[in-house]
T-cell receptor
Framework: GENVEQHPSTLSVQEGDSAVIKCTYS??????FPWYKQELGKGPQLIID?????GEKKDQRIAVTLNKTAKHFSLHITETQPEDSAVYFC??????????FGRGTSLIVHP | EPEVTQTPSHQVTQMGQEVILRCVPI?????FYWYRQILGQKVEFLVS????????KSEIFDDQFSVERPDGSNFTLKIRSTKLEDSAMYFC????????????FGEGSRLTVL
């Protein structure tokens, strides 16, 4: 089955800095890579996703890159704000259901 | 905005007791899931449910677990005889395959087994 590794487990940045979270996956058949944000006391919510036919996708301050050859994908958040503080999960799946999740990264943005 | 709702938000139970966690998925979704997250660990897939039957389950989902959709709106996870290691946050999710592929998660039910 799929195995997703995520690093770092904790990331602490100053407001305005960039944050990068990295994930690797094992199953070369995986073709859908969503990123979820989990705020305190809430369930994970999709913030961006990428499919294997593209290498990069951007939505305002967040972007995701995918390297299929190396089987890794990354989340980039620019100009971080305190409200970006949350746990971020990467995931991978073949198709778009039953994703396998990474362990999560706790992002702390200091004002 | 439509959302997945879960009850209870927190349940404390004694080892060996039965627990039922409830979920109301988004009304036009057809695929339903339970995930669990033990403190500090990964979000783990338990089971998926479609067309009133289990479509996939993980090795975690053993005979102690069951799911059902008793009335067309609720989607329940039952743990027959809880163990200490069942303590976790349980997330329900629903999915509309006709749309973007996004899983919509509820806010979770925290289960503490003493």
């Amino acid at each position: 089955g799929e195995n997703v590794e995520q690093h770092p487990s904790t990331l602490s940045v100053q407001e305005g800095d960039s944050a990068v979270i990295k994930c690797t996956y094992s199953d070369s058949a995986s073709n859908y890579f969503p990123w979820y944000k989990q705020e305190l006391g809430k369930g994970p919510q999709l913030i961006i996703d990428i499919r294997s036919n593209v290498g990069e996708k951007k939505d305002q301050r967040i972007a995701v890159t995918l390297n299929k050859t190396a089987k890794h994908f990354s989340l980039h958040i620019t100009e971080t704000q305190p409200e970006d503080s949350a746990v971020y999960f990467c995931a991978a799946s073949e198709g778009s259901y039953i994703p396998t999740f990474g362990r999560g990264t706790s992002l702390i943005v200091h004002p | 905005e439509p959302e997945v709702t879960q009850t209870p938000s927190h349940q404390v139970t004694q080892m060996g007791q039965e627990v039922i966690l409830r979920c109301v998925p988004i009304s036009n979704h057809l695929y339903f899931y339970w995930y669990r997250q033990i403190l500090g660990q990964k979000v783990e897939f338990l089971v998926s449910f479609y067309n009133n039957e289990i479509s996939e389950k993980s090795e975690i989902f053993d005979d102690q677990f069951s799911v059902e959709r008793p009335d067309g709106s609720n989607f329940t996870l039952k743990i027959r005889s809880t163990k200490l290691e069942d303590s976790a946050m349980y997330f329900c999710a629903s999915y509309d395959r006709a749309s973007t592929g996004e899983l919509f998660f509820g806010e979770g039910s925290r289960l503490t087994v003493l």
